[in-house]
Nanobody, 116 residues
Framework: QVQLVESGGGLVQPGGSLRLSCAAS????????MEWYRQAPGKQRELVAA????????DYTDSVRGRFTISRDNAKNTVYLQMNSLKPEDTAVYYC?????????WGQGTQVTVSS
């Protein structure tokens, strides 16, 4: 059974930083591309960042490029999202995701609130 468990969310002031973690189980982690999505109130879920199986290739949505960094530790079956220079518009529930064929796996999400 595949499980993705996010942690690390919270309340932070504008300009602050947070590091999200997503621990995976039930998959051969180093064979799965991993992604972070977010969903703000009243908005569609959007892809934030993605990382290849080796970690050598990453991609970001334009609004976070240069501020967020996705990384992974295949020995720990964990993917991270380091978020710096946070803005109020980054407020959302952040989800870890991976897919294989018709299977699409999601974590439960972790709330990030950027507010003074």
């Amino acid at each position: 059974q595949v499980q993705l468990v996010e942690s690390g969310g919270g309340l932070v002031q504008p300009g602050g930083s947070l590091r999200l973690s997503c621990a995976a189980s039930g998959i051969i982690f180093n064979t799965y591309t991993m992604e972070w999505y977010r969903q703000a109130p009243g908005k569609q879920r959007e892809l934030v960042a993605a990382i290849s199986t080796s970690g050598r290739v990453t991609d970001y949505t334009d609004s976070v490029r240069g501020r967020f960094t996705i990384s992974r530790d295949n020995a720990k079956n964990t993917v991270y999202l380091q978020m710096n220079s946070l803005k109020p518009e980054d407020t959302a529930v952040y989800y870890c995701n991976t897919q294989r064929g018709v299977n699409n796996y999601w974590g439960q999400g972790t709330q990030v609130t950027v507010s003074s």
